[in-house]
């Protein structure tokens, strides 16, 4: 499915904005929670700041004049970068693409053999947007080697390439610096008057719920505990954040001190249907 490419201007600046929506789908993505997450954003910051930079759906949607985007996964960097700086060579690559289950687990198993680190950029990139579309839910999951390891997805005619929206994301990402790093980074990096975002792995909500595998060696309770010294730190400095999370008791103890609102979101990955649907999460803000 192709999305519509037209061209808004803000109404604040000559700053143009493309209509797209992210071109990965990803485990807690934000699409179903843009509307709760866009009516909280501060109505003035200087720089965008997001370190848990997964599908990149708020930056998308606000496409702020200047951004700091970064995530730990330096294949999902690597896709951002190409997308915004090798488009052409990164389609006709995407072209050789088709759903096939026999392909998939072909291209799978690259990351196996000993010369897959000296891939090109644009390969990898392409690889990375092929297995994400027809991949079991569109997840990103990797093993202990750091092996991409979800199984094939059960799709009627998934969209492998989606040339508008490609090109709508390449135009608004051209005013982003892009990095692979961690979210403590930002500590040194976000200055007063910045706004950033977090969107890290949730905690889970359940027993059973575990989307925190995004790299190699996941993202546990003590995570969440640094995460919130980093949020510490950065109010100290006076940086707006934002973090959304979920609904859970060691979240909202974490946070006690803070803005807490919960809000309604759909979910839609999840190994069974029955537990897809609209879910309680967390707002948190320091302003």
Not at 56 to 62: I, M, P, T
Not at 137 to 151: A, E, I, M, T, Y
Not at 178 to 202: H, N, R, S
Not at 278 to 286: D, K, S, Y
């Amino acid at each position: 499915m192709t999305t519509n490419c037209a061209t808004t201007s803000d109404s604040d600046s000559t700053t143009t904005k493309r209509i797209c929506r992210p071109f990965l789908k990803w485990a807690g993505g934000k699409g179903q929670l843009l509307g709760q997450l866009g009516k909280r954003v501060p109505a003035s910051y200087n720089r965008y700041i997001e370190p848990f930079l997964g599908g990149g759906a708020l930056y998308f949607s606000l496409q702020p004049k200047t951004a700091y985007l970064s995530d730990l996964n330096p294949d999902l960097i690597n896709c951002f970068e190409v997308v915004r700086s090798h488009l052409p060579a990164l389609i006709e690559e995407l072209k050789t693409y088709r759903y096939d289950r026999d392909m998939y687990y072909a291209v799978r198993a690259l990351d196996r053999e000993p010369g897959f680190a000296q891939t090109s950029p644009i390969s990898r990139a392409a690889r990375f947007i092929y297995l994400n579309k027809t991949c079991f839910n569109g997840l990103f999951r990797v093993n202990s080697k750091g092996h991409f390891n979800v199984p094939f997805g059960a799709y009627k005619d998934p969209t492998i390439l989606d040339i508008t929206n490609l090109t709508a994301c390449g135009e608004a990402l051209k005013s982003a610096i892009l990095k692979t790093g961690t979210f403590e980074d930002v500590v040194e990096i976000a200055e007063e008057g910045d706004f950033v975002y977090f969107d890290p792995p949730y905690a889970p909500a359940s027993n059973t719920a575990d989307f925190t595998q995004y790299v190699s060696g996941g993202f546990d309770e003590s995570c969440q505990e640094v995460l919130l010294l980093t949020c510490l730190k950065l109010h100290q400095k006076g940086v707006k954040w934002m973090l959304s999370n979920s609904n859970t008791p060691i979240i909202q103890e974490l946070y006690r001190g803070f803005k807490v609102e919960t809000v309604e979101a759909g979910r839609s990955i999840n190994s069974r249907a029955d537990k897809r649907g609209p879910v309680l999460e967390l707002i948190v803000r320091n302003y």
